[in-house]
């Protein structure tokens, strides 16, 4: 890794949290959301989805709308449940990782993400190994609340905003192609990596 990197960036869902979208989309399907794909993708979602990732809508929002589009009757329970089979589990020795990596840079999480999965499933999720999500990082830039979503230019110059070391002293890492093409044209340091790898070696 570059010596310049001050501060280390990740993505959250396929870098840190496992995903599995054939799961997800299966139990939206059981639901009777037979056309879930137009909503939802492993990087960026759609229409509705999408609305709900960038804060635009509340989460009782979500619930009615896609009820009413897709002629559904489940719960918002039910609902919840299917959305969050999306995501598997974040592996314990990337929790370790990156507790080691904070005594020696700043770490922060630039995510696409919502309120249904942060607020709930994730974290409960960080706690497992025994610490809150704020052991973790030192801040989180989260789409839903900032109301835009990578790989908007909008969501890149918000973290430079944020930041007080500048885009080259950044490292991010996501497994959007998409998302890490934008940020290299800000300025940051971007590697790109395969959902589920281990990406110790980067640090090597």
């Not at 002629?71 to 990782?97: H, M, R, S, V």
């Not at 989180?140 to 990578?150: N, P, Q, V």
């Not at 959007?176 to 044209?185: D, L, T």
Request: hydrophobic share 40%.
């Amino acid at each position: 890794m570059n010596d310049n990197i001050k501060t280390v960036m990740f993505d959250f869902g396929g870098v840190l949290v496992d995903l599995d979208q054939s799961k997800c989309v299966e139990a939206f399907v059981k639901l009777g959301v037979n056309n879930i794909l137009d909503y939802i993708s492993k990087y960026v979602q759609n229409g509705l989805f999408l609305d709900l990732e960038k804060g635009n809508v509340t989460n009782e929002e979500f619930h009615d709308r896609l009820r009413r589009e897709c002629g559904i009757d489940a719960t918002d329970e039910q609902i919840n449940a299917a959305w969050c089979d999306f995501l598997i589990e974040i592996p314990t020795y990337k929790l370790q990782f990156i507790r080691e990596l904070r005594k020696s840079k700043r770490v922060i999480m630039l995510s696409n993400t919502n309120a249904i999965h942060f607020d709930n499933w994730a974290i409960d999720e960080f706690k497992k190994d025994g610490h809150d999500i704020d052991y973790y990082f030192d801040h989180c830039y989260l789409s839903y609340k900032m109301h835009c979503a990578k790989p908007e230019e909008e969501i890149f110059d918000r973290v430079i905003a944020g930041e007080e070391n500048e885009p080259g002293e950044i490292l991010f890492i996501d497994d959007g192609e998409k998302n890490v093409e934008m940020a290299r044209r800000k300025g940051f340091n971007a590697i790109l990596v395969k959902e589920k790898e281990d990406w110790r070696h980067i640090f090597e």
